[in-house]
């Protein structure tokens, strides 16, 4: 009996441990609920409302403005942004294939890099497959190509920077969901790294944004470093509320 009420015990003080007491900061743009420890310190931004929340050994660092960034792309949608013009490594790639001598500009002998798109026909982003040759790099393994049609000719370019997503990809997990009128993408890093470049991120965009004004867009980072688990870095993300109201 009496070991039945020591376990009892145990059990209610690791679960009164385990709820940490918590508290809401309003920053007026949004707010947040964290532990009780943590204080928010302003910084100074030009163009948007920046700062930090931290409790000296975890930081969240967060930047509110049209030019708070945007959030690492799933597969899916990195296709689709990269779908409709040849990415920039693709662009160099073909670039090296074609004569560029009628696309330079007079003044600084340099490639119109506007021309020489306007020039190109047929792009399509396709899947790899086994009967088709590369114009260039034809013995790299890649997921993606693009074909282009120039001139009446026909190119197979590389998309190379597919695999480089598909490496980022690899390092988190990524959720991305609706919350009132904004996307919310959650990426969290699958292992912890001491690197200070390493981090989870909360990005909170509009759902419609392309018109003007354009609202503001939501940042917020915590380094890999942090002393936080991922769980309670994810709470943390999701608790966060907008409080935009023009969009």
């Not at 931004?45 to 049209?66: L, R």
């Not at 490639?111 to 088709?132: A, G, H, Q, Y």
Request: aromatic residues 14%; positive net charge; hydrophobic residues 35%.
């Amino acid at each position: 009996m009496k070991k039945l009420i020591s376990l009892s015990i145990l059990i209610f003080f690791l679960n009164s441990c385990s709820k940490r007491e918590t508290k809401i900061i309003d920053l007026k743009s949004f707010t947040i609920e964290v532990p009780s420890d943590f204080k928010y310190h302003p910084y100074y931004g030009i163009d948007s409302f920046v700062g930090e929340i931290s409790n000296g050994k975890s930081t969240f660092s967060f930047d509110y403005g049209y030019y708070g960034g945007r959030p690492t792309l799933n597969s899916e949608q990195f296709i689709q942004a990269n779908s409709n013009k040849l990415d920039s490594q693709s662009y160099w790639l073909f670039v090296k294939l074609i004569d560029t001598e009628p696309f330079k500009n007079s003044e600084n002998n340099k490639v119109d890099r506007s021309l020489v798109e306007f020039t190109i026909s047929d792009l399509k982003l396709n899947p790899m497959s086994n009967d088709i040759v590369l114009d260039v790099y034809p013995k790299t393994k890649c997921d993606y190509y693009y074909s282009v049609k120039f001139k009446g000719k026909h190119y197979s370019i590389p998309f190379f920077a597919f695999e480089k997503n598909k490496k980022l990809l690899a390092k988190y997990d990524i959720k991305i969901d609706t919350v009132d009128r904004y996307v919310r993408t959650i990426s969290l890093l699958k292992e912890r790294n001491d690197s200070i470049t390493k981090a989870s991120t909360l990005h909170m965009i509009p759902i419609k944004y392309n018109s003007p004004p354009y609202p503001e867009f939501l940042k917020m980072t915590v380094i890999s470093s942090s002393n936080l688990d991922k769980r309670e870095i994810e709470r943390i993300f999701k608790s966060v509320t907008m409080k935009t109201n023009d969009i």
